[in-house]
């Protein structure tokens, strides 16, 4: 959730207006569409599409694969680390002309990979607007606060427009709470019963600024933004039985990001248009986790920096209405520092990967064409073709050449404007997470995991079918079918160094993965007028051979279920809305060579109203984890590989977080 408010404007009492009818598989939604449900912002009314669901992207290197399925007047923006739904909360509501929904591709537009996209059009030329907003939420059960202030504004200057903002917030973990933990041993014998007191707080300062001005015949954009975040988790574990005794454990993590961006745009003749990107992105992070208890402490320390540069260059050419081209190239140069230490009773423990410097060359080439041979059938056609250089130094040293050819083919079939079939199969390549390459701990993920740089990027074949149906004025309906096979899993197994044994992540071999996905938009206004109800579920069934038992198993992490369903009720002529949303509960499972790690979480339920007493003023509450949800951390341990070991005791700890009240006042200007 939010810890601030977000940029907000006036929309004024318009008629209600109906969508365009679709043109090409493109539906427009004018502004006067939302005009009942008195948005603030751009986020507002995109979060109002039928059968629109925002995907923010995949956080990969490079900027060819990490595209979310928004566009802002039909670009991407330029930012990797700025969070889509944080763009689409700095464009007031006024300043959106319209928004147009394309579903299935267009001759002209990059999908970027996805079936569907949104792209904001904003109003040309807006003037001076500005915006501050307070927040705060209160935990009701031990009486925490957590504020925020959100400080913005944008305008003209000369031929070229300005945006700025500055946020600070603070946060309370809701995964962090009382609780109880249990330990039972073989044949059901009770070993430890404790108390459970932890808490989690974080504090986050972000500044963002861009500029876009004419420039030689083009259009150049530059944006920065500053990112510094420090959280602190701390857990005391009171064991009452079988004697008295005190367990704690901390974590605590700087972090920081900094990153400058340019995009050149320019028209090369009426059908011909090129694009360059540049970008540079440096981060860090410093992580200090003491452990304490009676006959043993454990220190661990992480020292984490790593750098992104990024040069793209790409060349659109249109046709006709029915036919479109894209070549472009893109090349990244990233590399990763890492120092991680481990203190077991102040001696230094041998880690393997600990101390590492991994650099990345990456280049890729690409062409990508759209073509609607018919009315009512558009086809695309891709190729990537991407190769990466990667080296380590340090603990490890180790040279690695990678080749990848990527095709992609897809296709949308409309009988009706209100009807569409979708296909996709493309060959998906993975990314080595650099935070792979070294040894990591946290408080939740079961200790200490060591790194591994010999690591081979994950594929995947996949094949996907949707169907869509569009109904009444604002309802609909999207199915769709998802299958993966893969290759070259990366799940976790043990890693035998100096005869010991490790848990790392490492390629297991083959798997598959399958996905229903259904998103839909109900309108409600035959029982009550102004309400909607919108959804989205996704069921995952998957299979990889464990690497410790050789059994069939689902991919470490991956949720079998997860849904979300969220009800508006908007009522213009009291200037206010008000609804609830409701995320499901899910469970995910971790696997080591001694140890399964299942964690659970249960359904979280928030109630709002917002309140618009002016056009300039919105005030906002949420009465959020109504249900008063609470997270289930299991530990099923071996007493030594799970394939020939017996279970040695199974932990329990069942974590509570009350209910919180967030209230929220913007005002513009």
Do not use: C
Not at 107 to 128: C, E, H, Y
Not at 190 to 203: C, E, F, P, V, W
Not at 242 to 263: F, K, Q
Request: aromatic share 10%; proline share 5%.
């Amino acid at each position: 959730m939010s810890l601030a408010a977000v940029l907000t404007a006036a929309v004024p009492a318009l008629a209600v207006a109906q969508p365009a009818p679709a043109t090409q598989g493109v539906i427009s939604y004018p502004q006067a569409y939302f005009a009942e449900q008195r948005p603030s912002t751009a986020l507002d009314m995109v979060q109002r599409l039928p059968g629109f669901s925002i995907d923010g992207g995949d956080d990969v290197r490079g900027f060819e694969g990490a595209a979310a399925n928004v566009l802002i007047d039909g670009a991407r923006p330029t930012s990797k680390t700025d969070d889509i739904e944080e763009i689409l909360r700095r464009i007031p509501a006024a300043q959106v002309d319209h928004i147009e929904l394309i579903r299935g591709g267009a001759p002209g537009i990059d999908m970027q990979g996805k079936s569907i996209l949104a792209n904001v059009v904003k109003v040309k030329g807006s003037g001076f607007q500005g915006l501050i907003a307070l927040a705060n939420n209160h935990v009701f059960d031990d009486g925490r606060n957590s504020s925020g202030v959100r400080l913005e504004a944008s305008g003209q200057a000369g031929p070229g427009a300005w945006e700025g903002g500055l946020r600070y917030g603070q946060g309370i973990d809701d995964g962090a709470g009382p609780g109880r933990h249990v330990r039972i041993g073989p044949g059901g014998a009770r070993l430890i019963t404790s108390d459970i007191d932890s808490h989690g707080r974080a504090y986050q300062w972000v500044l963002t600024g861009a500029y876009e001005t004419p420039l030689a015949g083009g259009t150049l954009k530059l944006n920065t933004r500053g990112f510094w975040n420090w959280y602190e988790f701390n857990q005391l574990d009171w064991i009452k039985f079988p004697s008295p005794a005190l367990e704690s454990v901390n974590y605590s993590e700087d972090e920081y990001e900094t990153e400058l961006g340019a995009r050149y745009e320019r028209a090369l003749g009426a059908r011909m248009n090129l694009e360059l990107v540049g970008l540079q992105k440096l981060t860090g992070s410093d992580i200090v986790s003491p452990y304490r208890s009676t006959g043993f402490n454990g220190d661990f320390f992480l020292d984490q920096k790593t750098s992104e540069s990024i040069g793209r260059g790409v060349l659109k050419y249109r046709q006709s209405d029915r036919l479109s081209f894209e070549v472009g190239a893109e090349s990244a140069l990233n590399v990763l520092e890492s120092e991680t230490d481990q203190l077991s009773n102040g001696v230094p423990d041998v880690l393997p990967a600990g101390d590492v410097k991994v650099t990345e060359k990456r280049g890729e080439v690409f062409g990508k064409s759209v073509w609607k041979p018919i009315n009512t059938l558009t086809l695309e056609g891709g190729l990537r073709y991407e190769g990466s250089a990667l080296t380590s130094e340090g603990d490890v040293s180790l040279e690695k050449t990678l080749y990848f050819l990527k095709p992609r083919v897809a296709g949308t079939w409309a009988p009706s404007d209100r009807t569409q079939v979708r296909f996709r199969y493309e060959r998906m390549v993975g990314q080595l997470d650099f935070d792979d390459f070294v040894a990591d701990s946290s408080p939740n993920s079961g200790g200490l995991a060591v790194g591994n740089p010999a690591l081979t990027p994950e594929q995947a074949w996949v094949s996907e079918l949707a169907f869509e149906k569009r109904f009444w004025t604002k309802g609909a309906l999207v199915l769709t079918l998802r299958h993966s096979k893969l290759t070259d899993v990366i799940d976790r197994a043990p890693i035998f160094s100096g005869g010991l044994v490790f848990d790392a992540p490492s390629n297991i071999g083959d798997g598959t993965k399958d996905e229903l996905i259904l998103n839909a938009t109900l309108p409600l206004d035959r029982v009550l007028k102004g309400a909607q109800l919108r959804g989205q579920s996704t069921w995952r069934r998957s299979a990889v051979t464990d690497p410790t038992t050789g059994d069939e198993r689902e991919i470490y992490r991956l949720r079998p279920l997860e849904w979300e369903a969220h009800f508006t009720h908007d009522l213009p002529q009291y200037r206010m809305n008000w609804g609830f949303d409701v995320f499901s509960a899910w469970r995910q499972t971790s696997y080591k060579y001694n140890a399964i790690y299942t964690d659970k979480l249960k359904t979280w339920v928030m109630l709002f109203a917002e309140w618009k007493p002016k056009p300039d003023l919105t005030v906002r509450a949420e009465l959020n984890n109504v249900t008063e949800r609470g997270f289930r951390h299991t530990t099923t341990a071996y007493a030594g590989p799970r394939n020939t070991a017996a279970v040695a005791y199974v932990d329990d700890s069942d974590i509570q977080f009350g209910r919180g009240l967030y209230i929220r006042v913007r005002k513009t200007f």
